[in-house]
């Protein structure tokens, strides 16, 4: 896969509304995985999915050879200068291609760019290969949830 190939761009209103879907979901599910909890049960407490993008989200597609292979979701908090980043996702097809590892450096970009000067990033227990890339990429342990089963990771930008 040739960096060049790969492009990020806001989605639409209807992929908006498609991708926030496929993130709760996804999201309840792989939270399931790790805590053992019931689905249903995560989802009465996280609510529904975001219907509205707010001024301090940034949604972006990604896209290889014209071809949508993922998105990525990152919240401002620009009162404390940080950020977090609620979700990444990557097409398994498009998996292992170092796609994931050039969307967090250009969302780094982003973000430094408007003043951000850490991010911070939440990443399951069984996710090894997301581990292992964000701690590549300088991210560290800020704390780690049992019941969840879930990292919170930080990187200073």
């Known amino acids: ?61 990604i896209e290889c050879d014209g071809r949508r292979a993922g998105f990525v979701w ?6 404390e200068n940080s950020a977090f980043g609620w979700d990444i996702f990557i097409e398994p097809e498009f998996r292992s291609k170092g796609i994931g590892r ?4 250009k969302c780094g970009e982003e973000l430094r760019q408007r003043g951000i000067s850490s991010v911070r990033i939440c990443v399951f227990e069984h996710n090894f290969i997301a581990r292992r890339l964000y701690e590549t990429l300088g991210f560290r342990v800020e704390k780690y949830d049992e019941q969840r089963r879930q990292y919170t990771l930080n990187l200073k930008l």
């Open 74 to 79: 990152f919240q401002v908090i620009p009162e």
């Open 102 to 105: 050039y969307v967090m450096q």
């Open 1 to 61: 896969m040739n960096i060049k190939d790969i492009h990020l761009r806001a989605p639409s209103d209807s992929e908006f509304i498609e991708v926030a879907r496929f993130s709760f979901e996804n999201f309840a599910q792989e939270l399931s995985r790790s805590s053992g909890e019931p689905e249903a049960a995560i989802k009465e407490k996280i609510g529904s999915p975001p219907v509205h993008r707010s001024e301090n989200d940034i949604w972006l597609i």
